[in-house]
Nanobody, 123 residues
Framework: QVQLAESGGGLVQPGGSLRLSCVASGNTFSSIALGWFRQAPGKEREFVAAISWDGGMKEYGDSVKGRFTVSRDNAKNTVYLQMKSLIVEDTGVYYC????????????????WGQGTQVTVST
């Protein structure tokens, strides 16, 4: 099972940007799909973005399309989430998840999850 560790969260004003990173352990990184979910207080976990093993396929949740970009660097075992034009509704804990299949990562999430990183969008 892949071990995942997120970083890059913080406090940002509306309209600002943040880049999240998720580093994975193990030597299977280049063969797995990766994704991001988020959870706001009192709400269910929500799909944000997913990327296939080679970066050739990307999917986004409707609420972040056009503002967020997912990418990966297989040489660094890292997946990124570039977030722009942040709004208050983007506040939450962001989790990284991994699975061999992107259909799994982009729906319910994979078998592996990180501990999460807090993103707060506020004035």
């Amino acid at each position: 099972q892949v071990q995942l560790a997120e970083s890059g969260g913080g406090l940002v004003q509306p309209g600002g940007s943040l880049r999240l990173s998720c580093v994975a352990s193990g030597n299977t990184f280049s063969s797995i799909a990766l994704g991001w979910f988020r959870q706001a207080p009192g709400k269910e976990r929500e799909f944000v973005a997913a990327i296939s093993w080679d970066g050739g396929m990307k999917e986004y949740g409707d609420s972040v399309k056009g503002r967020f970009t997912v990418s990966r660097d297989n040489a660094k075992n890292t997946v990124y989430l570039q977030m722009k034009s942040l709004i208050v509704e983007d506040t939450g804990v962001y989790y990284c998840t991994a699975d061999p299949r992107i259909i799994v990562v982009s729906t319910r999430g994979g078998r592996s999850w990180g501990q999460g990183t807090q993103v707060t969008v506020s004035t």
